[in-house]
């Protein structure tokens, strides 16, 4: 399995996860986000940048970055569909609109991570392949 064919694409999808959650904290300067607006934007923003770093460190070789991404890819898309179906979350429609798209991106990391390829060049105290 050739690293970069799998770490390229998660890195664009962190990017992009990035790129739309700075966004979304433009729009809640715009229009006077609410605290929980604004927590949960920078919050998805700073997880964006440590996931970019990970992979970067994932993609050298290193286990337990890859673990983490696994994790992360899993249990993000989870919390949001929770926040998206909660009747009063605090979230406006924009931002739960917003978390939808992230969720989806998010999403289609774990199902790159999740492959039987990946999971076997990162092999629980094994040499890596």
Known sequence: MDKNSVWTPVRALFVAVLVISIAALGVAAVVGGTWVVWVRGVAVA???????ALTGQAARGKRSAYVRIRFVSIAAPIGIVLILLAPDSGYPLWMKAE??????????????????????????????R
């Not at 700073?46 to 970019?52: N, P, Q, Y």
């Not at 998010?106 to 990162?122: H, S």
């Open 46 to 52: 700073a997880a964006s940048v440590w996931l970019v």
């Open 99 to 128: 978390q939808a798209v992230v969720g989806v991106l998010v999403a289609a990391v774990a199902l790159i991570v999740n492959r039987r390829a990946v999971r076997a060049a990162y092999p629980k105290g094994g040499k890596l």
